[in-house]
């Protein structure tokens, strides 16, 4: 009922309220359409990082695989009876949560037939004017349709009940945007509108002394490379703005996301000691964008980020039971899964233009077709022309799976609860699937040893023809990670006298060796710049050096006591790991992805030519398993003896009736966190030492990142809040007066 009569933005996620619980962040969104489709809002709770809060649909975990600081699959608001939030000291059985565990409910059938049905419209003539539109351009249309309805009844009275909600979202809006395009003199090879010269990259030294400037800032026609002359005549022309290099293109186009909902629930009373639950939800969307550049791509304008369609759907079960052995004793259990599929396909992915239109070497592959469609021409200052989007295109599909069983045993004055509960996580998909090349265009390709340049020098080294790097990235096979969690809980709740209350726990975890599906990640050793392929070869799963922790215990106190009637004084502390999915970052590395990369010899010098393409990569000699790393080829690995993170959270909460159905309420809440995990990258250089002061490259002549993913040791962050809270009650609920809350993070 709160739910559905507090006002919500018009996305009406549940999300959004969590802002009213104490020390919970705002939330906002996070991340494209297409890699958050449900909409799911990013939130902090008490200082914590995003990742560790929980999201669960009828007790099941419904985390994105991927994004882990955001939920995979939020219900429709009509279609949710109860929302249940922890942010501080939880009990013993939420684990997989360090800062906030959140539990939705969705509704059940009754033996009375109840629905519901709504419409919901926004347009752009209810909307403001957007600061940035162009005083010539009318308001872009912004049309929003958010329809829907439920019903719940019986099937068989007293024992079989249903529930459906479906809610559908139409989103049409006209996306636009200003960028940086060349002037029409620069088209014709002319830069004469430069204040700085345009030096020949053919002439003067390597250190790029001693050049010649070209006659009149003109490019020769016999100079300009018959490549970049078609993209250059493909190109528009600037159409806003005083004259200049600057934001001088305005574009618009159409945007389209469609998103529909279906949240269902069976529930049946079996016998008068057996009652189960059954849940599906299903999410079925599309996203597509309009390119900043037409045909010649550029990336989305819109809110897909990428130019072209984006599809998916994402599909959340729970089926739970509940069985009363005795009046004393009862056993209930439920499996969930969830699963994220999403994919993102840019504007003519199934076209060879960087082979068969622009007649560039080594770009598209006719065996590949993510390969397929333009490669990137990154021009320093301007728009990318081609393929703008370095992770696009790419494809998940990633299922989760749970499985929980627990008992509730009453004895006396104690109330023992006690537990397992197992994960299994898939991280299957392609970031990027592939990438037919990108030519990086800067100003000191047509500078001088000394000089000064600008953005007109970058465009001139492009119609040159002459990047100053390329980079190429090849997925050899299908990028796959597996990771599991088991745990065991005990928790028994003491009425230790009539005023004081104990609720005494203790949580075990323990996070498996992560895997991919035929064998093990991979292991770097630092000592040799070899990299291990755990499980290939003669290599163990493990290469004899990988090894979770056994010894995760995490207890959870808490205690109650009466002072009075109407006085009541709380209290807790808990310990809770971080959920982290160490396979995350690996997931997209060598070999079983190349991130190819060929730069000049300094800033001066071009790394080719467009004519010459990209050289032949070939697929790494995997051998026994131990392979020496090439210095150019960029890793993501984990430390084989991770640490993981903990919280550790405690309050002290104050609650007094102070009459006239007035109540009060204040508190001190508090967490810290150890050992947080860190990205870092290995191959670290000292400031302005350059590639040569890089320890890999020292040792070994490794000149590409090394990121490493580990703990970082020692008290990292805590939080502190206050908290206060006055309340009236009036027949049918509490009504909040006023509330207060100071907090700082360290």
Known sequence: EELQNTPVPFTRNYQNLLLTVPGMSPPVNAHSVPANPSRSLQVNANGTNSQSANFRVDGATTGHPWLPHIAGYVPSLDAIETVSIVSNSFDAEQGYAGGAAVNVQIKSGTNDLHGSGYEYHFNQHLKARPYFLPASQGKEKRVVNQWGGTIGGPIIRNKLFYFAAFEGTFDRQGAFGITSLPTAA?????????????????????DGSGRTPFAGNVLPASRISPIAKKLNDLLPMPNYGPA????????????AFDRKT???????????????????????????????????????????????????????????????????????????YTLYDARTEPIRMGENLGTDFLGIPGTNEKSNKFLGGWPAFTISGFRTIGR???????????????????????????????????????????????????????????????????????????????????????????????????????????????????????RWDYW???????????????????????????????????S????????RLGAAYRITDSFVVRAGYGLAYDPVNIARNPL????????????????FQPSSRLADGIPTISPPALGNGSIV????????????????????????????????????????????????????????????????????????????GTNYFSDTGGFTSSYNSLQSTLLRRFSGGYFLKFAYTWSKAI
């Open 629 to 704: 790393v090439p210095g150019t080829v960029a890793l993501e690995v984990f430390d084989p003896k991770f640490r993981r993170a903990y919280v550790e959270s405690w309050n002290v909460m104050l609650e007094k009736e102070i009459g006239g159905r007035w109540m009060a309420e204040a508190g001190y809440v508090a967490n810290g966190s150890r050992h947080q995990q860190n990205r870092w990258n290995a191959n670290y250089g000292s400031i302005g030492g350059g590639a040569a002061s890089q320890v890999l490259n020292r040792a070994f002549g490794r000149t590409a």
């Open 244 to 255: 200049g290099i600057a934001n001088n293109y305005f574009t618009s186009g159409g945007f």
């Open 262 to 336: 279906l949240d269902t629930k069976v529930t049946w009373n079996a016998t008068n000691k057996l009652n189960l639950n059954g849940r599906v939800s299903y999410l079925d969307w599309t996203c597509g964008d309009p390119a900043w550049l037409g045909d010649l791509g550029g990336g989305g304008i819109g809110r897909c980020t990428y130019d072209g369609l984006s599809f998916g759907h994402t599909l959340s079960m729970t089926y739970s039971g509940t069985y009363t052995l005795t009046p004393s004793l009862i056993i209930d259990a439920y499996a969930g």
């Open 588 to 603: 997209h590395s060598y070999p079983v992805l190349t991130n190819f990369a060929l730069p000049g010899a300094n800033s």
């Open 512 to 546: 498996g060796m992560p895997t991919r599906a035929d064998r093990g990640l991979e292991v770097y050793d630092f000592a040799t710049n070899t990299l291990k392929l755990c499980g290939f070869g003669n290599l163990p799963k493990d290469c004899g050096v990988i």
């Open 548 to 555: 979770m922790s056994k010894k995760l215990f995490a207890p």
């Open 388 to 506: 703008a989007n370095t992770n696009a295109p790419w494809f998940y599909h990633s299922p989760q799976s749970q499985y929980v069983a627990n008992a509730s045993w009453v004895h006396g004055k104690h109330n023992v609860r006690f537990g397992f509960d197992s994960m299994l996580v898939h991280l299957d998909g392609d970031e990027p699937a592939g990438f037919p090349g990108n030519f990086n265009f800067t100003p000191g390709v047509t500078g001088i040893l000394g000089g000064t340049t600008d953005n007109y020098n970058s465009y001139a080294a492009f119609l040159l023809g002459l990047p100053q790097s390329i980079q190429k990235t090849v997925n050899w096979v299908p990028n796959t990670a597996r990771t599991t969690a088991q745990s065991l809980y005990i928790r028994d709740k003491w009425q230790a006298t009539r005023k004081l209350t104990l609720s005494l726990g203790l």
């Open 186 to 206: 620069m088209h014709r090879g002319e830069f004469t509108e430069s204040t700085r010269q345009i030096f020949d990259p053919l002439t003067g030294a390597l």
